[in-house]
């Protein structure tokens, strides 16, 4: 099972919003609704930010979006600060029974 | 409060074996879907595998790379989860984390131990 395709890095000002993209199959992202998105920071543990393509956990900033079309899935942050400067990975579902990461997106804030 | 907290790592030459665990706290450990996931240095993550509760049959699945060198299991009298380890690769170098799986997701996750395998 490959990993999931991810941009490397992104970036944007304070205040902007900047999406992060998720590409799949339709064995993994295209197939289910289980995906999800994870922020981590430098030496810490990942956080779940975005569930079941869109939802968010109690606790997560309404910044945080996610949506889903076809084989690829989003995550968008909007009013960008320097708190969401990250690591962001996606994570699905597969047809295999097993889950797949994204290589990651590092987020910079400029 | 969930907590999760893994212990067990360190370091192990090609081919050894290491069994690490994950003491679990703040939530009903029996009725949780479990799993493992791994980080090599500087790299992203990577999923290892995951058991399911007892009610949902206690089943394992595992990614490809470690199917038949690793072992997931659970002691729910001691709410702690488990990752044997053999035929341990240097690949297999990382930070391993223990994870509940909810709602397809891994929703909370441990503070991570670190596994060097290295001759």
């Known amino acids: 099972q490959s990993a999931l395709t991810q941009p490397a890095s992104v970036s944007g000002s304070p205040g902007q919003s900047i999406t992060i993209s998720c590409t799949g199959t339709s064995s993994d992202v295209g197939g289910y609704k289980y995906v999800s998105w994870y922020q981590q920071h430098p030496g810490k543990a990942p956080k779940l930010m975005i569930y079941n393509v869109s939802n968010r956990p109690s606790g997560v900033s309404n910044r945080f979006s996610g949506s889903k079309s076809g084989n690829t899935a989003s995550l968008t942050i909007s009013g960008l600060q320097a708190e969401d400067e990250a690591d962001y990975y996606c994570?699905?579902?597969?047809?295999?029974?097993?889950?797949?990461f994204g290589g990651g997106t590092k987020l910079t804030v400029l | 409060e969930v907590q999760l907290v893994e212990s067990g790592g360190g370091l192990v030459k090609p081919g050894g074996s290491l069994r690490l665990s994950c003491a679990a706290s703040g939530f009903t450990f029996s009725n949780a879907w479990m799993s493992w996931v791994r980080q090599a240095p500087g790299k992203g993550l990577e999923w290892v595998g995951r058991i399911k509760s007892k009610t949902d049959g206690g089943t394992t699945d595992y990614a490809a790379p470690v199917k038949g060198r690793f072992t997931i299991s659970r002691d729910d009298s001691k709410n702690t989860l488990y990752l044997q380890m053999n035929s341990l690769k240097t690949e297999d170098t990382a930070v391993y984390y223990c994870?509940?799986?909810?709602?397809?997701?891994?929703?909370?996750w441990g503070q991570g131990t670190l596994v060097t395998v290295s001759s």
């Open positions: 994570s699905s579902y597969t047809s295999s029974s097993t889950w797949v």
């Open positions: 994870t509940t799986h909810r709602s397809g997701s891994f929703d909370y």
